[in-house]
């Protein structure tokens, strides 16, 4: 019998499948964070090597039982971080199989399509493009965390709105509606409250949460939440752009949504797939055939 194993590993959890030749699913289990830049570098390695060694002790399997794994995992997409990945994993698990090492993003998209080619979208909390070829090219924009960028996600657009209703109240931007139902979701009683929860206490999970009232707003017709969510809609097509142009040689012209903002926002959604049509006609957005934890398996097959 020939095992495979996957890991899909997030900023606040990661998930463990493995699965034979034929697909069945063997073993399934949740752990903590494998983000090495989500807070404890060690303890992040840690919650990795434990998922997997509580995984063999759960279907009684020697390490070198495995025939192939994928690794994948927020955080993880560089040679330094793979390096790191692959020398704690070597010194605590001794994998003697093939091991592929990968950003989140990438199993994704291949479990989101269901193959090793195409082009995936992310937008929850943070945003992310990449794209992929069948022969393991990769191509990412975006992904630069929420200093650098994440323009689209929950957190831009939330951030957005409370920047530019600041600047609004000094008569610097569009009008808005949105600062009552904002203070109240923060259960604020004056905009000045604000400055604390960007400066002081910014938790991104916190200020992504609150994107929906930036959409709600917006179907209402005002004037500032339109324009945010027509920048993030923007944003989002020039990362889904800068693939594309890097990947000229793409034959699978499919693109998969992924994350909350793509996967429960309908009127983004809408919107950006209209903006998608008009400027690449011949891709197309296609629904999520699985999950990141499927791709990591299948990319574990590969090897």
Same mark, same amino acid.
């Given at each position: 019998m020939?095992?495979?194993?996957?890991?899909?590993?997030?900023?606040?959890?990661?998930?463990?499948?493995?699965?034979?030749e034929?697909?069945?699913?063997?073993?399934?289990?949740?752990?903590?964070?494998?983000?090495?830049?989500?807070?404890?570098?060690?303890?992040?390695?840690?919650?990795?090597?434990?998922?997997?060694?509580k995984?063999l002790?759960?279907?009684?399997l020697s390490?070198?039982?495995i025939?192939?794994?994928?690794?994948?995992?927020?955080g993880?997409?560089?040679?330094?971080?793979k390096a790191?990945?692959?020398?704690?994993?070597?010194?605590?698990v001794?994998? %003697?199989?093939p091991?592929?090492y990968?950003?989140d993003?990438?199993?994704?998209? /291949?479990?989101?399509l =269901?193959g @090793? *080619?195409?082009?995936?979208?992310?937008a929850?909390t943070?945003?992310?493009?990449?794209?992929?070829?069948?022969n393991g090219?990769?191509?990412?924009?975006?992904g630069?965390?929420?200093?650098?960028?994440?323009?689209?996600?929950?957190f831009?657009?939330?951030?957005?709105?409370?920047?530019?209703?600041?600047r609004?109240?000094e008569?610097?931007?569009?009008?808005?509606?949105?600062?009552?139902?904002?203070?109240?979701?923060?259960?604020?009683?004056?905009?000045k409250?604000?400055?604390?929860?960007?400066h002081?206490?910014?938790?991104?999970s916190?200020?992504?949460?609150?994107?929906?009232?930036?959409?709600e707003?917006?179907?209402?017709?005002?004037p500032?939440?339109l324009?945010?969510?027509?920048?993030?809609?923007?944003?989002l097509?020039?990362?889904?752009? %800068?693939v594309?142009?890097?990947?000229p040689?793409?034959?699978?012209?499919q693109i /998969?949504f992924?994350? =909350?903002? @793509? *996967?429960?926002?309908?009127?983004?959604?809408?919107?950006?797939?209209?903006?998608?049509?008009?400027?690449?006609?011949?891709?197309r957005?296609?629904?999520?055939?699985?999950?990141?934890?499927?791709?990591s398996?299948?990319?574990?097959?590969?090897?």
């Amino acid at each position: 019998m020939r095992y495979y194993f996957g890991i899909d590993g997030g900023g606040t959890k990661s998930r463990i499948r493995l699965i034979n030749e034929h697909d069945t699913i063997l073993y399934e289990a949740e752990g903590g964070t494998t983000n090495i830049y989500a807070g404890d570098t060690e303890a992040a390695l840690q919650n990795l090597s434990t998922l997997v060694l509580k995984m063999l002790v759960g279907v009684n399997l020697s390490p070198d039982a495995i025939t192939g794994a994928c690794i994948s995992s927020a955080g993880l997409d560089r040679a330094h971080e793979k390096a790191l990945f692959k020398e704690h994993m070597d010194s605590n698990v001794a994998l %003697s199989c093939p091991t592929y090492y990968c950003n989140d993003g990438e199993s994704l998209l /291949v479990g989101g399509l =269901g193959g @090793l *080619e195409g082009i995936c979208l992310i937008a929850g909390t943070g945003s992310l493009g990449i794209g992929r070829l069948e022969n393991g090219k990769v191509v990412r924009a975006g992904g630069l965390g929420y200093m650098l960028g994440d323009e689209g996600s929950a957190f831009w657009l939330s951030h957005e709105a409370i920047k530019r209703i600041l600047r609004s109240i000094e008569g610097r931007d569009l009008k808005t509606g949105m600062l009552d139902d904002l203070l109240d979701f923060y259960q604020f009683t004056t905009e000045k409250q604000f400055i604390g929860l960007l400066h002081k206490d910014l938790r991104k999970s916190v200020i992504a949460s609150s994107a929906a009232i930036i959409t709600e707003h917006a179907r209402r017709g005002d004037p500032l939440a339109l324009d945010i969510i027509e920048r993030g809609v923007l944003e989002l097509s020039h990362l889904v752009r %800068s693939v594309i142009v890097r990947l000229p040689e793409i034959s699978n012209r499919q693109i /998969v949504f992924s994350g =909350g903002v @793509l *996967e429960h926002d309908e009127f983004i959604k809408a919107r950006l797939i209209e903006n998608l049509h008009t400027g690449f006609p011949d891709f197309r957005v296609t629904p999520r055939k699985s999950d990141a934890a499927t791709g990591s398996c299948l990319l574990a097959k590969q090897l």
